[in-house]
């Protein structure tokens, strides 16, 4: 069973940063491409950024770029969500997730994700 426990999310204004952290086992992380999605109310569940298993390679929706980061920590079992310049549009439930690959998880094939984290930014 594969264990998510995501924490950090919050109220913030725009232009603000808050940073996601996702916890979970040594096997999951190097098994798994691991990462964050996103889903708002009444809106489909979108991959934002994921990093692979084998080289820590860091991929980012388009909507996202240059404005939040991805991170692992080994030592930690834990990846984290930079998220800088935070807009409005940001809002959504930040849910962090698995999948077999990054093609899979830029795809929103998603294998197993945690509980989520609300993240909402004020205009």
């Known amino acids: 069973q594969v264990q998510l426990v995501e924490s950090g999310g919050g109220l913030v204004e725009a232009g603000a940063s808050l940073r996601l952290s996702c916890t979970t086992t040594?096997?999951?992380?190097?098994?798994?491409?691991m990462g964050w999605f996103r889903q708002a109310p009444g809106k489909q569940r979108e991959a934002v950024s994921c990093?692979?298993?084998?080289?820590?390679?860091?991929y980012y929706a388009d909507f996202v770029k240059g404005r939040f980061t991805i991170s692992k920590d080994k030592s930690k079992t834990t990846i984290y969500l930079q998220m800088d310049d935070l807009k409005p549009e940001d809002t959504a439930t930040y849910y962090c997730?698995?999948?077999?690959?990054?093609?899979?998880?830029?795809?929103?094939?998603?294998?197993?994700w945690g509980r989520g984290t609300q993240v909402t930014v004020s205009s």
């Open positions: 997730a698995t999948a077999h690959g990054s093609s899979w998880f830029m795809a929103n094939d998603f294998g197993s």
């Open positions: 040594e096997f999951t992380l190097s098994y798994y491409a």
């Open positions: 990093i692979t298993n084998s080289d820590d390679t860091p």
